[in-house]
């Protein structure tokens, strides 16, 4: 399977834990994006990087959340002191951005749903 | 900033007829896509059709097709032969074209749930 994975796919914390998520891309996909996905929501757009640089944080991404992608391969997502308001499934996605074209078709993870007891 | 709307949240169609999921849109770009994926239960979100903005003529793909009203900022989904695994949540999304190299990133509607019944 050569698609977009993650891992873990669920993942069960206590509130005040520090939880990393982890997501591997398509191979020799230049963009790796998060999102979060609320019950009820459509996934809202978290952070992004073109290969190792993190270029954008979304507002919703406070500072208890960390992103990385050490040498532009794997990604992870950590959240520290997690909050009940955390729980949630974290997709990622990744693409093959080329200038000419203007736009990225986006290959979504199965996610990582976070449940925060 | 962009915003989409998809205001039914759950929809039901017989399997082999036809059904149609409304979306619109609001933004101040000229050049954008427009696209509709599809969740499964427990699997993971896969693109079904993309339309750019600045084509007229709707983008079709097998069963599944556009209605794009640009004017009106709408751009709903028709299935055409519902199968039973068109059962998924569907979500439209929008996705701001830039050719600088910025951020790509897509803004999803609320999704809604179609169920095909057998």
């Known amino acids: 399977d050569t698609g977009v994975s993650q891992d873990p796919r669920h993942k069960i914390t206590k509130r005040g834990q520090n939880v990393t998520f982890r997501c591997d891309p398509i191979s020799e996909h230049n963009r790796l994006y998060w999102y979060r996905q609320t019950l009820g929501q459509g996934p809202e757009f978290l952070t992004y990087f073109q290969n190792e640089a993190q270029l954008e944080k979304s507002r919703l991404l406070s500072d208890r959340f960390s992103a990385e992608r050490p040498k532009g391969s794997f990604s992870t997502l950590e959240i520290q002191r997690t909050e009940q308001g955390d729980s949630a499934m974290y997709l990622c996605?990744?693409?093959?951005?080329?200038?000419?074209?203007?736009?990225?078709?986006?290959?979504f993870g199965p996610g990582t749903r976070l449940t925060v007891t | 900033a962009q915003t989409v709307t998809q205001s039914q949240p759950e929809m039901s169609v017989q399997e082999a007829e036809t059904v149609t999921l409304s979306c619109t849109y609001d933004?101040?770009?000229?050049?954008?896509?427009l696209f509709w994926y599809k969740q499964p239960p427990s699997r993971q979100m896969i693109l079904v059709i993309r339309?750019?903005?600045?084509?007229?003529q709707n983008a079709t793909e097998n069963r599944f097709s556009v209605n794009f009203q640009k004017a009106a900022k709408s751009f709903s989904l028709k299935i055409s032969d519902s199968q039973l695994g068109d059962t998924a949540m569907y979500f439209c999304?929008?996705?701001?074209?830039?050719?600088?190299?910025?951020?790509?990133?897509?803004?999803f509607g609320k999704g809604i749930t179609l169920s095909v019944r057998p």
């Open positions: 933004t101040s770009e000229s050049n954008y896509y």
């Open positions: 996605a990744s693409s093959l951005y080329l200038w000419r074209e203007g736009w990225d078709e986006q290959y």
């Open positions: 999304a929008f996705m701001k074209l830039h050719y600088t190299g910025a951020n790509s990133k897509l803004t």
């Open positions: 339309q750019e903005a600045y084509k007229q």
